[in-house]
């Protein structure tokens, strides 16, 4: 399915692909209403039937994806409502793994996530994903949604990269499919992104259920960096004479042409956030499958 051996990066996807959409689809359906039929005095049904039509009309977009543009037009703290169900934040099974493989075959790991600001610090806090990450690209901080043509141009300028050597994971097929359209050879939909959902199906893309399918390929790429983990002594042993047996992560503290440095030590650059995009959300299940 992938040829590790042509692929230098990996972007990954938040929701649905790290972490389990469970939390974020239970958010949207089923607390957010219960607290806006709370507010307005009115039932959880009629409550539902007047968000999801509010929700399906800005599905694709940022502000759907707005933290804050739900704050302002549903007059409710989303944020504080999502720390009210934040124990259901949770890493897909074999994600660790996967993240921890791909440092060790001297990939660089890159989040490209729609989900606004506040929701990725609420859920790194959490979880503690950004410390396997080397860079966090959030949409709101492009002013396009991973939907858009306009989004990928500029990931270039923040992040620069190759689509035909770069590995993009997603659960989202709009996303994936804006993504094919830029150019990148290789791509990969998620057929679980809410563990409390049956599978789903895909005939349109490459898919796995979850990140073990790809661990055998990536840990028989990386034979040299096991040594290196084994201590400098049997690193310079291995490679003596021979820079092409050189373990992949001997190499990830030195600058690489269109490379970005870690922005610290304990986590990924982050860029910063923009008054001027202020645009939430969550990325939530009411997917292309649900229109
Ligand atoms: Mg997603």
Redesign the pocket.
């Known amino acids: 399915m992938l040829d590790w051996s042509c692929i230098d990066t990996v972007f990954l996807?938040?929701?649905?692909?790290l972490l389990d959409?469970r939390f974020d689809n239970h958010f949207w359906l089923e607390h957010v209403p219960l607290r806006y039929a709370e507010s307005r005095g009115i039932s959880l049904a009629a409550s539902k039937d007047a968000l999801y039509a509010r929700y399906q009309a800005l599905l694709g977009s940022l502000q759907w994806y707005c933290v804050d543009h739900w704050t302002q037009e549903l007059a409710l703290d989303i944020a504080m409502l999502k720390a009210e169900v934040e124990h259901l934040i949770a890493v897909h099974p074999h994600v660790l793994s996967f993240l921890e493989a791909l440092a060790a075959a001297g990939k660089r790991r890159v989040l490209v996530?729609?989900a606004h600001q506040k929701s990725i610090e609420l859920k790194m806090s959490k979880t503690r994903l950004d410390g396997h990450l080397e860079h966090i690209v959030c949409s709101h901080d492009l002013l396009a949604a991973k939907e858009s043509p306009e989004f990928w141009p500029r990931v270039q300028e923040v992040e620069p990269f190759d689509p035909q050597r770069t590995l993009f994971v997603?659960?989202?097929l709009p996303?994936l499919r804006a993504a094919r359209q830029y150019g990148f050879r290789w791509l990969l939909a998620?057929l679980m992104?809410d563990s409390a959902q049956p599978v789903r199906s895909c005939e349109e893309f490459d898919a796995i259920e979850d990140f073990s399918a790809l661990l055998p390929g990536l840990e028989a790429m990386a034979p040299a960096a096991a040594n290196a983990a084994q201590g400098p002594e049997s690193v310079a042993k291995s490679t003596r004479g021979d820079p092409r047996t050189r373990p992949a992560s001997a190499g990830r503290d030195r600058p690489c042409p269109g490379r970005r440095r870690k922005g610290s030590r304990t986590g990924p650059l982050i860029h910063g956030y923009r008054d001027d995009a202020r645009l939430f959300g969550a990325?939530v299940a009411l997917s292309d499958e649900a229109a």
């Open positions: 996807d938040m929701d649905g692909t959409l996530t729609n997603d659960d989202s996303v998620i992104p990325e």
